[in-house]
């Protein structure tokens, strides 16, 4: 059984290493909080490292002091949570393979010697609520509260279509802990700061669509302009995937002038995680993203004309396959 070869391999170490994905979200945040925490109370040593630390929207979370940007040498176990690869933890763990992957991506490499990866969980801090306590781990408040937000993130609220009568339970689980719902919902997915939202508003003047698509960029002129320092998105994808009868959203993210970011959200029956993988990155059916090598001008033109073919593609076939059935 996968949690006995966990919870052996927890029993056996004294110091423990956890990180995750770059620009870290709520689940990445919460998710590596909450196990962190839980595993000191059983008197493990422990080492949390995000590479890109933590956003402002999430520094209100119990145990974020513990989060480094890199790890000091020493630990016996490393565990890797919400990353679908070992590149998207941004080089934290050097040639170190891990020891335990615990993810829902469906992109997941399995790269470590144990993968916990369950790709219809709605988040990876929904995992770790229901498998904690088969590695002897127990829930106080505080990581309630991380675990809560996490599940709250990945699912913008409970509104993604991964949404299960499971990740409810869960998250109902969390909260007779002492998690309380209102306030975390508000911090994770409502506040955003002043410069935040200007930040959008530059992205937002310049959002075109075409056939079912939507999207915009950030530039790292509007970063400058707007004050907002953060590396992120600032979140102005959930934003695009409010937008009604859209099929896919893209936002483009300047990086650098040679790099840029991509992120897609898709409506209904469009997986745009195939996509999103092609191109060297990964990610949910609904939600998904990738990094690449060019400027904006060019990233932004390769990747709408094959998420535009990509779009074709699945249209046809859903006529084709109408057609058979009549
Ligand atoms: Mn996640």
Not at 105 to 118: D, G, K, P
Not at 193 to 220: D, H, I, P
Request: hydrophobic share 40%.
């Amino acid at each position: 059984m996968i949690d006995d070869m966990i919870r052996e391999k927890i029993v056996g170490a004294s110091s423990i290493g956890i990180t995750s994905h770059i620009r870290p979200d709520g689940d990445a945040i919460g998710a590596s909080l909450g196990l962190g925490m839980a595993l000191l109370n059983i008197g493990k040593k422990v080492q949390v490292v995000l590479k890109d630390g933590i956003s402002s929207t999430f520094r209100h979370l119990p145990g974020a002091d513990l989060v480094k940007r890199a790890f000091e040498p020493g630990i016996d176990l490393m565990i890797v949570d919400d990353c679908s690869d070992l590149i998207r933890t941004g080089g934290v763990l050097g040639d170190r393979i891990p020891d335990i992957n615990i993810d829902h991506h469906i992109t997941n490499e399995l790269f470590a010697e144990v993968n916990l990866v369950e790709p219809d969980s709605v988040a990876t801090s929904a995992i770790l609520a229901k498998h904690m306590p088969f590695w002897g781990l127990s829930f106080t408040p505080e990581i309630a509260k991380t675990l809560l937000t996490g599940i709250l993130s990945d699912s913008i609220g409970f509104r993604t279509s991964n949404t299960t009568s499971e990740s409810l339970r869960l998250a109902a689980g969390l909260m007779d802990v002492g998690a309380d719902i209102s306030e975390l919902y508000n911090k994770a997915l409502l506040t955003h700061s002043y410069e935040a939202t200007k930040f959008w508003g530059f992205a937002l003047a310049r959002m075109q669509r075409e056939n079912g698509l939507v999207w915009t960029a950030l530039t790292l002129d509007d970063r400058k302009a707007s004050g907002y320092f953060g590396n992120d998105d600032a979140d102005l994808t959930n934003l695009l995937s409010s937008i009604e009868s859209y099929e896919v959203a893209v936002l483009f993210i300047e990086q650098s002038i040679t790099r840029t970011r991509v992120s897609w959200r898709s409506a209904g029956e469009f997986d745009i995680s195939n996509l999103a993988h092609e191109m060297g990155g990964g990610g949910h059916p609904n939600a998904a993203g990738a990094e690449l090598e060019g400027t904006l001008a060019e990233v932004q033109e390769k990747v709408l004309r094959m998420t535009q073919d990509y779009l074709k593609q699945v249209k046809s076939y859903a006529i084709n396959s109408d057609g058979d059935r009549k």
